[in-house]
Antibody, heavy 126, light 108 residues
């Protein structure tokens, strides 16, 4: 059974960089079938996609976050990571890592997150 | 930006049918999936590719997508179905995976 586990500091100071790692177990992050993504959820609010990475290190970021986000992958450790720079209180959220299945069917992209980590709360505060 | 709009809340009696809508421009031309999220838990995929159910998801969950509206239907709703539900689609024009605003389903 595939499992994903987020890890990293739960408290980050404003203007600093948020860093999280997702460790994948029960499957290989190098699978050509899947992408790996980060999603966040501010307390009491909805889900927001941050970005995805493929094992080949191809990345896709939400345009409004692109200037502050870096997602990387370490296939030797079966991990991928998120860095979000210049954080403010608005970045306080539960951060989830997840696996995405993506396929183009008849020119239309099918994409869904089929496995999720349990999420980790990151609070931005001095 | 591309937005997916859902009703804030839906109430349903046990055993009845709950319908949750997700509206967006030309949504019928995209593939939509749906997630269920219970308090303090991670989202769970309940519908993908508009109408398909992942293994382990009960048959009472079904989906459709026509025109500008996708719909998640829960037939014979059970108290365990009380949760937040989110739709999601890929928007080519903004190169963004977009989540809907979320709907809280209450089983009264």
């Amino acid at each position: 059974q595939l499992q994903l586990q987020e890890s990293g500091p739960g408290l980050v100071k404003p203007s600093e960089t948020l860093s999280l790692t997702c460790t994948v177990s029960g499957g290989s992050i190098s699978s050509s079938t899947y992408y790996w993504g980060w999603i966040r959820q501010p307390p009491g609010k909805g889900l927001e996609w941050i970005g995805n990475i493929y094992y080949s290190e191809t990345t896709y970021y939400k345009p409004s976050l692109k200037s502050r986000v870096t997602i990387s992958v370490d296939t030797s450790k079966n991990q991928f990571s998120l860095k979000l720079s210049s954080v403010t209180a608005a970045d306080t959220a539960v951060y989830f890592c997840a696996r995405m299945y993506k396929k183009v069917i008849g020119g239309v992209e099918r994409a869904e997150f089929d496995y999720w980590g349990q999420g980790t709360l990151v609070t931005v505060s001095s | 930006s591309y937005d997916l709009t859902q009703p804030r809340s839906v109430s349903v009696s046990p055993g009845q049918t709950a319908s949750i809508t997700c509206s967006g421009d030309n949504l019928g031309n995209k593939y939509v999936c749906w997630y269920q999220q219970k308090p303090g838990q991670s989202p769970v995929l309940v519908i993908y590719q508009d109408t398909k159910r992942p293994s382990g998801i009960p048959e009472r969950f079904s989906g459709s997508n026509f025109g500008s509206t996708a719909t998640l239907t829960i037939s014979g709703t059970q108290p365990m179905d009380e949760a937040d539900y989110y739709c999601q689609a890929w928007d080519t024009s903004t190169a963004t995976y977009v989540f809907g605003t979320g709907t809280k389903v209450t089983v009264l």
